[in-house]
């Protein structure tokens, strides 16, 4: 490939600077994988705590429920007083370009929507612990979708970063070898030329001095 370039000063110069700013490219983009990558570490890290976090609490709201179901029977008509959940607000933030999603819910006091003449703690507990897993499943999912876009950002930079470490870089390095040895030939020939043309200048000369005398 590095043969199909011209050789010529102008085609060395345009070729180093695309060299300067391959190589550039890929210190910025191994500078971001890595980045990328400990913000996914730290995430991956949370996101197993926060599994085993859950796990317990549906283990806990479940149980709850049981008791509940035990002591009131089916418990649909008390559920539907539950107000639907319509404070989760989801905004993003920036890493390295690459953004992740920040879900949170409107802290709101828990009230109790149903009546207390017919009902028991049993089902206060399970309300409560129900909660507590709503609370933890919008922590899990951000850091899960968190981590699913990070997982392609980094698959797209390493394309990237290969792609200027392994095709770019080395194809525009061969190029500027291939002019830079070309020009340093034209070189060496225009030398040896001129020193031919010079000798034969002598030569001429010395025979007019000779003849002169």
């Known amino acids: 490939m590095a043969a199909q370039v011209f050789p010529t000063k102008g085609n060395l110069i345009a070729m180093k600077r695309s060299l300067g700013l391959a190589v550039l490219g890929y210190d910025l983009l191994d500078r971001k994988r890595n980045i990328l990558i400990r913000e996914l570490m730290s995430l991956v890290d949370k996101a197993g705590e926060l599994k085993d976090s859950v796990e317990d609490a549906y283990k806990e709201a479940y149980a709850a429920l049981m008791q509940a ?3 009131h029977g089916v ?3 008390y559920a539907e007083c539950v107000p639907v959940e319509d404070g989760l607000k989801i905004r993003s933030r920036g890493v390295m370009g690459v953004e992740l999603p920040t879900a949170s819910l409107d802290a709101k006091p828990l009230g109790v ?5 017919n009902t028991s703690a049993a089902l206060d507990r399970a309300y409560l612990a129900f909660n507590k897993v709503k609370e933890l499943t919008v922590t899990l999912a ?6 699913y876009r990070l997982s392609v950002a980094i ?3 390493q394309r990237r970063a290969n792609a200027l470490q392994n095709i770019i870089i080395p194809d525009t390095r061969a190029k500027v070898k291939y002019i830079s040895d070309s020009l340093e030939e034209k070189e060496r020939e225009e030398f040896s030329r001129l020193k031919v043309i010079k000798a034969v200048k002598l030569r001429k000369g010395s025979a007019r001095e000779n003849k002169e005398d």
């Not at 929507?113 to 003449?117: L, V």
């Not at 951000?142 to 981590?147: A, G, N, P």
């Open 69 to 71: 179901n035990i002591q």
């Open 75 to 77: 418990i649909t008509p």
């Open 113 to 117: 929507n149903y009546g207390f003449m």
């Open 142 to 147: 951000e850091v899960e979708s968190s981590i």
């Open 155 to 157: 698959r797209k930079t």
